[in-house]
């Protein structure tokens, strides 16, 4: 069975617990603390290591989800899971402060990503704030990262078809590059 | 809202008392610190050369996936985490009670033993004084 190991990556509060929850054909390896910083985001837990979750594509697909801690305390963690990932879907919540200076950075830490196999945005709460638009993301993107290819989708982690949908067009820019990459070397 | 506890001065100030107390029931103890379960520092008996902020992040992510191994395989709730190395080992536990964990470095010098024991007897004096504070 062919494997992928793909990393949820974003702010508190953007939705990458939930997302490996509902994409999660296992019971998701939490590892949730007490909030400290309610002030800052008012929810009761935060991951504080990783989130894992696994599920299985057709019949030959394993993948393996990885959620990191979206503050940058933990950014030990980050370096872990980042060196075994083939790609990352990037949540950004749309209610975040400068929400899209928040993706870029995020982009620019995890670039490597982007050269290993790809990377999907998907912005959340969009139904808690209305701005910026998806659209304005992509401008912006297109803006301080030109040649980047990015997917930007307005997504609801909460939505299986939603996260479904982000994870397939991650695996299907991950495996169109591994055929690239091996054309390329047949070729040579 | 009420004050976090890393910024607490009753917690920083009771915490560090206590800190204090078990140096001087273990002279082999190289770093201690109380930290909050999300991985800030309340208070830490200093060793310079280490990082305190990210020394606590660290604790928190070990002490979660700890318990989350705990869990997964079913053995109850974890006492300790410990870390065994060449100079020294890393002993760690919750405050009973507390959204709180004790992490304290010791040297060789001491026996394993007896690092678990007072890291345990200072955790459940902590917990006690936090309980009995209104």
Redesign the interface.
């Known amino acids: 069975m062919a494997e992928h190991v793909i990393l949820f990556a974003g702010p508190m509060g953007s939705g990458k617990t939930t997302a490996i929850e509902t994409l999660s054909d296992i019971e998701v390896?939490?590892?949730?603390?007490?909030?400290?910083?309610?002030?800052i985001v008012d929810k009761p837990t935060?991951t504080?290591?990783?989130d894992y979750g696994e599920i299985v594509l057709g019949d030959e697909e394993k993948v393996r989800l990885y959620g990191i801690?979206g503050?940058r305390?933990?950014d030990?963690?980050w370096s872990i899971l980042r060196e075994r990932a083939e790609g990352m879907i990037l949540l950004v919540n749309n209610d975040a402060p400068d929400a899209i200076a928040t993706m870029i950075e995020y982009l620019d830490e995890f670039g490597e990503l982007y050269e290993r196999g790809g990377v999907v945005i998907g912005i959340t709460r969009t139904d808690i704030s209305r701005t910026p638009a998806v659209a304005d993301y992509s401008r912006a993107l297109a803006k301080a990262r030109p040649g980047l290819v990015v997917p930007v989708l307005g997504i609801d982690p909460r939505s299986a078809e939603h996260m479904r949908m982000a994870l397939m067009a991650l695996i299907i820019n991950i495996e169109m590059r591994e055929t690239w990459s091996t054309r390329e070397a047949e070729t040579v | 809202m009420s004050t976090a506890l890393h910024k607490d001065d009753r917690v920083i100030d009771l915490g560090r008392a206590h800190l204090v107390a078990m140096k001087e029931l273990c002279s082999s103890l190289v770093y201690a610190a109380l930290l909050t379960d999300d991985g800030f520092e309340v208070v830490r008996l200093t060793k310079s050369e280490i990082d305190g902020g990210r020394y606590a992040s660290m604790a928190s992510s070990m002490q979660a996936l700890s318990e989350a191994v705990a869990r997964e395989l079913r053995i109850g709730s974890g006492e300790y985490t410990i870390i065994a190395s060449q100079s020294g080992h890393v002993v760690q536990l919750r405050v009973p009670g507390h959204p709180l964990v004790l992490s304290a470095l010791f040297d060789n010098d001491e026996t394993l033993g007896k690092a678990l024991a007072s890291s345990r007897q200072t955790a459940e004096k902590i917990a006690a004084v936090l309980t009995a504070v209104p």
């Open positions: 390896v939490a590892t949730e603390a007490a909030n400290t910083e309610r002030d935060t504080v290591a990783l801690p503050q305390r933990f030990f963690m």
